[in-house]
């Protein structure tokens, strides 16, 4: 069954540091999400990608987030500057349409900021 | 804003009994309802959704739920539980015109004894 997959599953950064996380959609998707999870809390959206632009994005999705599909086959979070409140699970979705079809998730990233 | 709220943060039951999940939503317009699974170490699945027509609606692994729209509630049920039910639920809406946006609830965890 094709499935959402992301890496790394776990990562752990310095304060102030970039990091990317990476997720390879099913392949004949079309739509492609981020949403993440601080411990404890909600499932919360970030943004949502099609045709190689940003959707829709939530107040959370502020300049230190970026959305990239720098191939045929990723999609990318990057967080240029990383915060102690950015550690959470980030997980990436995708679907085939944007009017009612499932989205399918990933296993998640776990993000860790010290 | 839309906003769900899940009633009961951790439930714990034998196996053989009843489930029953509780999920209210706010939001004033037309709205598309999920409810989603996450089994211990595995990525967000979809249980069931509802759309339009009839509000009693079916999913996998012998779950339903009922949209009852004056009560603006969309509750998840289950005649008889299994151990390997053990796992979080998460109830999600989504605007009719905004899918791509949805909107969680806290979740519930469920642990069902064997």
């Known amino acids: 069954e094709p499935e959402v997959t992301q890496t790394p599953s776990h990562q752990v950064t310095q304060m102030g540091q970039e990091v990317i996380l990476r997720c390879v959609p099913i392949?004949?998707?079309?739509?492609f999400y981020w949403y993440r999870q601080i411990l404890g809390q909600k499932v919360e959206f970030l943004v949502s990608?099609?045709?190689?632009?940003?959707?829709?994005k939530s107040e959370i999705f502020d300049d230190q987030f970026s959305v990239e599909r720098p191939d045929g086959s990723n999609f990318t979070l990057k967080i240029r500057s990383t915060k102690l409140e950015d550690s959470a699970m980030y997980f990436c979705?995708?679907?085939?349409?944007?009017?009612?079809?499932?989205?399918?998730f990933g296993e998640g990233s776990r993000l860790t900021v010290l | 804003a839309q906003s769900v709220s899940q009633h009961n943060h951790h439930v714990i039951l034998s196996e053989a009994a009843s489930l029953e999940l509780g999920c209210n939503y706010s939001?004033?317009?037309?709205?598309?309802l999920f409810w989603y699974v996450q089994y211990p170490g595995q990525h967000l699945q979809l249980l069931l959704k509802?759309?339009?027509?009839?509000?009693l609606v079916k999913g996998i692994k012998g779950f339903e739920a009922e949209f009852i729209k004056s009560k603006f509630s969309f509750n998840l049920r289950k005649p008889s539980v299994q151990w390997s039910d053990t796992a979080e639920y998460f109830c999600?809406?989504?605007?009719?015109?905004?899918?791509?946006?949805?909107?969680f609830g806290t979740g519930t965890r469920l642990l069902v004894s064997p």
């Open positions: 939001y004033g317009g037309t709205v598309n």
């Open positions: 999600a809406v989504a605007s009719y015109t905004g899918f791509q946006k949805l909107v």
């Open positions: 509802y759309f339009s027509g009839d509000p």
């Open positions: 990608f099609y045709n190689n632009e940003i959707s829709e």
């Open positions: 392949s004949n998707h079309l739509y």
């Open positions: 979705a995708s679907s085939v349409t944007s009017d009612g079809g499932e989205l399918f």
